[in-house]
């Protein structure tokens, strides 16, 4: 049974053209109507709106009726964190440093909104924010005496209140801490008391149980001025200045939060409202809190894939490296469920993102292929992803990540080891329980170590460990009895609460790529762009080519399937599809093994058909499921400079023509960039030449025996 998604009264759904809004919400489902034509409605189940997310077409905003997120809109700020320049984005997760901290202690009850208040313990959060940034700082290597560091001037207590206004008006997003000289200088209106007096009594209709909206009240107090001033001309007074819609918004903005609640829907809807908010640490729902953190794994293990220390002597085996490994760990607060896990050699900001997008993946692929007997089924949207000071976690990439895939990152202030205490938790149930069951265990310390031979002992590869790690958490931790929950299991309390509750609504799969997808650039050419010898498309490409003046576009490719790309055009980021069809689904290590096979192959030959990728491609799929060997790839993380490296080895000058190049609308015979393409060398020994492809007719379209090949050129 597929479980509920939690999504928002304020939701925007978007398929394809068509946009919806969330109406109604049912037990297997939801009702959504359409926006541009009220009264209309459609209903999609849960699994029939995941099925929906999983194409590049479509998304789920989960906010984006909110009047905040309108409002944040209007004022033309960029659409994703991401987005930004690196100088930018610094600065926002900078700033919403300061903002987290300074929330921090609002719900611990030391700080007051107030100047005052935050004057005083400014020093605190200054050291908070500094000891963030030092640690990014630091990255990965040992600390030494002397070294410099910069860190920016600290923002006066007035500013700081002004960004936690401009973060709250914003609906809680990043986005409104972005900087906006622009509104720099005299720009707030100055009224006199009467004009004032007769705007507080306007906006006092905010505060009624009929909740008009912020729209009808500035719609409401122009008509009650104007017709003020028709009475004030007919006394021979001069008018009153006419707040404009914007002022009457911004006013309503600084209500006080409790007070509106309460007027508008109750004393009691505010105090649950309220009592929530001050308890967010108590997440009650699956995904509602996610924790996250890295422990340096207490063992010894052998840098080796699975089965290549077969045939090797004792005395072989002594000479290979050893060494600790270091695993990021996330854990469902509500549940207690563990939603992903990585081992890594180091701590890297890059195995964090890739957690990341293992939290809001279905991993029971990674159950079977490592023997587990349970689902590993727990996964969906974020909503507050705590860390502490990890290098990894207070990174820019980091961070922005969480931002672009709608959640917000929590940093909890020093001295408060309770508000991730989960996650620490496990790492001792994990060294307690899994590890004494290893050779080459390492021990906590070395008084508990003694004269036991770790380094002699150790003898478990990286892939054997992971293994072990995701067969006990699936399999054991999981489905026992956990004191925490009251005796009731991770697995049970799960469903138990996704059925209840429901899950945080999942992250629409474009949303996903956009966030966690690896970052590229490339050169965009009439076929569109080349990744991997790969061509992708799209219409926005096909615009892009012969009317901008760039050549490059930034892209985010997932290596789990090479079907389709994000590519960014402006401001803005479009899905565009592979031209050649057999590689949906397929990913970048199957398209590795299978091209290093073709080149060895056929390296005589120029040109081959596509339908020999594709069976190379099933071939290398069929060897990975009988010799399971895609365990080790499930979990391995790809760097730039190995994706470089595999590019310029293997892929440079591959190219593919697709099966079926009518489905993409490729550019017309006119495009002198789209249709020149070198032609190889001929048998009679002559030289390779550049030509224009003669426009295909309807005859030739229709033989079936004239294939469409692909080859090795040297673009």
């Not at 109750?266 to 995904?287: H, K, T, W």
């Not at 479009?574 to 050649?580: E, G, P, S």
């Not at 030449?689 to 426009?695: G, L, M, Q, R």
Request: aromatic residues 8%; proline residues 5%.
């Amino acid at each position: 049974m597929t479980n509920p998604m939690q999504i928002s009264t304020f939701a925007r759904l978007s398929v394809g053209p068509l946009s919806y809004r969330n109406a109604a919400a049912a037990a297997s489902g939801c009702s959504f109507e359409r926006t541009d034509r009220p009264g209309v409605q459609v209903y999609f189940s849960f699994e029939e709106l995941r099925e929906l997310l999983a194409q590049p077409e479509n998304s789920l905003e989960p906010d984006y009726f909110l009047f905040e997120r309108h409002e944040l809109r209007a004022t033309g700020v960029i659409a994703a964190v991401g987005m930004l320049p690196d100088k930018i984005k610094s600065e926002v997760v900078w700033r919403y440093a300061y903002v987290e901290v300074a929330r921090q202690l609002v719900k611990a009850g030391r700080l007051k909104r107030t100047e005052f208040s935050v004057q005083v313990l400014l020093d605190e959060i200054e050291k908070c924010v500094n000891k963030q940034a030092g640690a990014a700082q630091d990255g990965w290597v040992p600390k030494r005496a002397g070294r410099k560091k910069e860190f920016r001037a600290p923002p006066c207590a007035g500013t700081l209140l002004e960004w936690m206004r401009r973060y709250e008006r914003a609906g809680n997003s990043p986005l409104g801490l972005v900087p906006r000289t622009f509104r720099s200088g005299n720009w707030k209106d100055r009224f006199s008391l009467e004009e004032l007096r007769l705007l507080g009594t306007c906006i006092g209709r905010y505060l009624t149980r009929d909740r008009r909206s912020k729209r009808q009240v500035a719609d409401d107090t122009k008509t009650r001025f104007d017709a003020e001033n028709v009475e004030r001309v007919e006394k021979g007074l001069p008018p009153l200045r006419v707040p404009s819609k914007r002022k009457v918004e911004r006013e309503i903005a600084k209500l006080d939060p409790y007070s509106t609640y309460a007027q508008r829907h109750g004393v009691d809807a505010a105090n649950r409202e309220f009592m929530l908010y001050e308890q967010g640490i108590d997440a009650s729902y699956p995904m509602e809190r996610i924790e996250i953190d890295e422990w340096y794994v207490d063992l010894i293990s052998i840098l080796a894939e699975r089965g290549a220390l077969d045939h090797l002597s004792a005395e072989q085996l002594a000479e290979l490296p050893r060494g600790r490994r270091w695993l990021y760990l996330a854990i469902d607060c509500a549940t207690r469920c563990v939603v992903g896990m990585r081992l890594a050699v180091t701590p890297n900001s890059q195995d964090a993102i890739a957690l990341l997008a293992d939290i809001t993946r279905d991993k029971t692929d990674l159950a079977i292929a490592a023997g587990c007997k349970s689902a590993w089924a727990h996964f969906g949207g974020l909503k507050t992803v705590a860390t502490d000071l990890g290098a990894a976690f207070v990174d820019d990439n980091f961070q922005t990540a969480i931002f672009d895939a709608l959640g917000s990152p929590e940093t909890p202030t020093g001295g408060l080891p309770q508000l991730r205490a989960r996650v620490e938790r496990i790492f001792g149930t994990f060294g307690t329980n899994l590890m004494p069951g290893f050779a080459g265990r390492t021990f906590s310390n070395p008084k508990d170590r003694g004269d036991y031979p770790s380094q002699e002992m150790a003898s478990i590869t990286d892939d054997a460990l992971i293994q072990a790690l995701i067969l006990y958490v699936v399999d054991v931790y999981h489905n026992r009895e956990h004191p925490g929950l009251g005796g009731e299991t991770p697995n049970n309390c799960w469903n138990r609460l996704a059925q209840e509750k429901g899950v945080v609504a999942d992250v629409p799969e474009r949303t996903r790529r956009r966030a966690f997808g690896k970052l590229l650039n490339r050169k965009v050419t009439g076929r569109g762009v080349r990744v991997f010898g790969i061509d992708y498309t799209c219409q926005a490409l096909r615009q892009f080519h012969p009317h901008s003046h760039e050549t490059h576009v930034d892209l985010r490719i997932d290596l789990r399937d090479l079907g389709w790309i994000m590519v960014r055009i402006g401001d803005e980021w479009f899905h565009a599809m592979a031209l050649q069809n057999c590689f949906a689904g397929v990913s970048y290590d199957e398209w590795q093994a299978a091209a290093k096979e073709l080149r060895l192959k056929y390296r005589d030959e120029a040109r081959l058909q596509e339908k020999i990728v594709a069976e190379a491609l099933a071939k290398i799929a069929s060897i990975n499921a009988a010799e399971q060997k895609t365990f080790a790839t499930l979990l391995r993380n790809v760097t730039p400079a190995g994706l470089a490296r595999g590019e310029e080895d293997l892929f440079l000058g591959l190219s593919i023509d697709p099966e079926d190049p009518e489905n993409f609308d490729l550019p017309p015979d006119d495009d002198l960039f789209g249709h020149v393409i070198p032609v190889p060398k001929r048998d009679d020994g002559g030289s390779s030449a550049t030509v224009a492809i003669e426009p295909t007719t309807d005859s030739d379209a229709d033989d079936e025996d004239a294939p469409l090949n692909w080859s090795f050129d040297d673009d």
